[in-house]
């Protein structure tokens, strides 16, 4: 299943780019994309870490103070990217807390500036908070909702003027990026998401856009670049192979890859764009199928996804209608380790990452390859850091074997609970054959957990 094809030239493409300072906050806006086509950086040419939540409909249903309240919860928690929807979920009786509707009689070409312009009043709120907000134009749907039909209904040169507003309207605002689609293929849709996607670039043609595909799919699979150019990063999309009731289409796979296998698939295409993990398992919504909680889960795809290829991976929470329990996301256990996947990856270049997709340095241990279990490492061109995430799992975690090749005398080799933020030094010894060196990771983490990081570095 692994793809050994482009990886000299991603290689190659990764040497040529130079390091940079690691991104904190104070990030200069709008961002642009790297050099190398990679990952993101801001204006300064920092590179900017993308960690994203998903509360879709925080612009509709809070107040300013409210937003600015939730906001400040989620950069505690480490977040940089809020993934919101513009419009409301249903096309009929669908309004924000004024009362106000985004459209009149449903065309698209008539919008209520009052609506968009209380959504622009989030997004400001958004900007001085140092946070990227990443808004739908236009949500579809699961399984071919409402707004998939009013969209049809509209037709593609009203879907034109649509985007050519948004463009306009949010032009001031540097800190906003777009999505197109939602939950679903574009299919019969494809021709209106794509005219607003070039009426956005007829205002703004240095626009930043994604497509939201189905699960199993990602938005290249469903839109080839040489037909849409406006498309200019990626979202991966799925849960685990044991994922009950979701809404699958074709995948390729048979059945839902694992995030890792779905993110090695995307960074070994063709046409390289800088892709992130949209959405996978939201934390305390069913994971039915897995022995391991919800915050394990959600902590897993976001390891799994920094090290396969992704710059930057959404978070997601059970709280994405925004509802009056809102505050309850203080006590997410999950929300709050990511704030040590954003620490962790700040004190190494991990923009200068290079997804292990042959499999090379763990040689023996690793597990198999699209199960949950499986040790997915990432490594710089010239090995001098190499980081490897051993997931939970149901017992203490096994011995593995790192190929000597990545290890020398000068290397520091350390552990990193990813519950609690906190290194620790590791203990190897070498194999009787001297090819690799054996590792055993410390077994249960804080949390009571068994997943690790572990990193080393030659100094």
Known sequence: MRNTNHVLLALLMILCTGLFPVSGQNSRFPLKISSNYRYFEDQSGKPFFWQAETPWLILQNLSPQDISTLIGIRVK???TVIQVMALPPD????????GNHPFLNLDISKPDTAYFGYL??????????????LMNTIWKGCCGGDWGKIIIQNGTE???????????????CPNLLWIQGGDNDPREQTDHYRQIALGILDVNPSALQTYHASSGHSSTDMLPAVDHKWLNFSFTYTYFPEKQGVWLHETGFGILPEIYEMN????????????????AQYESESSKGLDITSADVVRRQAWWAMLSGACGHAYGSWNWKVGPDWRKVEQDSGAWQMRWVKSFFEKVPWYRLIPDTDGKIV???????GSGEYLVAAFTADHSTIVIYCPPTSTPTSEFTVGSN????????????????????????????????????????????????LLIEKK
Not at 363 to 369: A, F, N, R, V
């Open 363 to 369: 040689i023996s241990g690793d597990g198999k390859y």
């Open 406 to 453: 990545y290890i020398n005398k000068t290397s520091v080799i350390r552990w990193f609970d990813p519950t609690t933020g906190t290194f620790s030094k590791a203990k190897i010894s070498f194999s009787g054959n001297q090819k690799g060196i054996r590792i055993l990771p410390p077994g249960k983490n804080a949390s009571g957990s068994t997943d690790w990081v």
């Open 264 to 279: 090695h698939n995307e960074y070994l295409k063709h046409n390289v764009m800088p892709f992130a993990l949209g959405e």
């Open 158 to 172: 009203r879907c034109r003027l649509y985007g050519r507003f948004l463009g306009t309207f949010f032009k001031d």
């Open 77 to 79: 928690q480490g977040f």
């Open 120 to 133: 622009k009043k989030g997004i400001k709120i958004a900007e001085k908070q140092d946070v990227v907000v």
């Open 91 to 98: 096309p009929q009786s669908g309004k924000n807390v004024n």
